[in-house]
């Protein structure tokens, strides 16, 4: 098989942008032959959101716009996808029950949003398209004792990987994550809506309680955050705690959300020039404004009134393109990622060394890679 070009990369990226994009600014197929769509099918896979490609092309009628077995391919993830999400459906509801019955009303994150759509095609045509890995809940520093002793005594476990020493580490900014008993997803209560890597001014408890939107849904009580904490939350998770915006690395699966949110009416309103305001205050305007510059990149979307560009944002997102222009200097500055990334777990050993927890959780870990790795027939 030949090596594709550098520039197959970056037309990925728009194909497969213009075929999601929320506003549909672009009603033509792209031009490809077989061979590229097969390359975007993989491309989409890895980048999370296949069964989103195929409710979108479903809702506008596109699908013939695909070869038969892309088509058929995408078919079978969306329909694996739906019956997952209605699986964590399932567990979302009871894991909000067991904590309202100790008092305790969670506020949705990430993914968890998109479960309390109903399946229904008519009210939104990607419910149960958005491919979840977990369920991400904030319950706040005061009431994750309570909420975590709630689901233990439900039967919610550390996973396997996990040793039981992780509850002795220092608190993160969610607890370890809690398997259903049934196997069927788990569970990650937040104490704080962002990692250490956000100042903990940056949507406090006050800031999500205060303008969450509350539901009673199927008789149980949560909160979803308004539209401007999730477009917070969306990239400074993103560019900031997943270090895209250090790495030059991004999720289409997240920008697309972001880029859904940004479509809706009510985002016109928002004061995005405060916003920018209040997050330069604390150095994390850039993370915004890269998300929005990428939005307009990929989907066309303009940007909003009052937002100002600054020559980080268009340096960072220049870097992106260059980088995907550039496949085998993008390679080498990945290999100086890594081997940054375990420079910063070297430092951090000295820390580790004179933790107790650690040592039964390293060994814990090491022995299951041994066993992974062994041949039982051998």
Not at 71 to 95: F, G, I, K, M, P
Not at 272 to 277: F, H, N, P, V
Not at 312 to 328: I, N, Q, T, V
Request: charged residues 20%; positive net charge; aromatic residues 8%.
């Amino acid at each position: 098989m030949t090596r594709r070009s550098s520039r197959a990369r970056a037309r990925d990226w728009l194909d497969l942008a213009a075929l999601l994009d929320p506003l549909d600014h672009f009603p033509t197929p792209p031009a490809r032959d077989a061979v590229a769509w097969r390359h975007l099918y993989g491309f989409a896979t890895a980048h999370l959101v296949a069964p989103t490609l195929y409710a979108v092309l479903a809702a506008r009628q596109r699908l013939d716009w695909l070869p038969a077995e892309v088509r058929a391919a995408l078919a079978v993830l969306h329909q694996l996808n739906a019956e997952h999400n209605a699986r964590l459906r399932a567990l979302l509801h009871e894991t909000t029950a067991r904590l309202n019955a100790v008092g305790v009303r969670p506020i949705a994150l990430k993914g968890a949003i998109a479960l309390l759509s109903e399946a229904d095609p008519l009210a939104d045509p990607l419910a149960g398209a958005r491919m979840l890995g977990d369920l991400d809940l904030w319950v706040g520093d005061a009431d994750l004792p309570v909420a975590i002793q709630a689901l233990r005594a439900g039967g919610y476990r550390l996973p396997d990987n996990l040793h039981p020493n992780v509850w002795s580490l220092p608190p993160s900014h969610h607890a370890p994550p809690l398997l259903h008993p049934s196997g069927s997803g788990y569970v990650e209560l937040h104490r704080h809506a962002l990692g250490a890597r956000v100042p903990a001014g940056v949507l406090t408890a006050a800031q999500l309680t205060g303008a969450a939107h509350w539901l009673t849904w199927r008789g149980v009580q949560l909160g979803v955050p308004d539209l401007a904490s999730r477009l917070i939350h969306n990239a400074l998770h993103q560019q900031i705690s997943d270090q895209a915006l250090a790495s030059d690395r991004r999720s289409l699966r997240q920008l697309f959300e972001f880029a859904r949110w940004c479509a809706q009416p009510e985002a016109a309103s928002l004061d995005w020039a405060g916003l920018l305001r209040d997050l330069d205050a604390v150095g994390m305007g850039e993370a915004l404004r890269l998300n929005l510059l990428a939005t307009q990149q990929l989907f066309g979307q303009p940007l909003p009134a009052g937002v100002r560009l600054t020559p980080a944002a268009l340096a960072a997102e220049g870097r992106f393109w260059w980088r995907l222009d550039h496949p085998a200097l993008d390679r080498w500055l990945g290999w100086q990622g890594y081997w940054r990334l375990q420079a910063r777990r070297l430092a951090n050993l000295p820390r580790r060394l004179v933790t107790p927890a650690w040592y039964p959780m390293k060994w814990h870990q090491l022995k299951r890679a041994w066993l992974g790795g062994r041949n039982p027939g051998g």
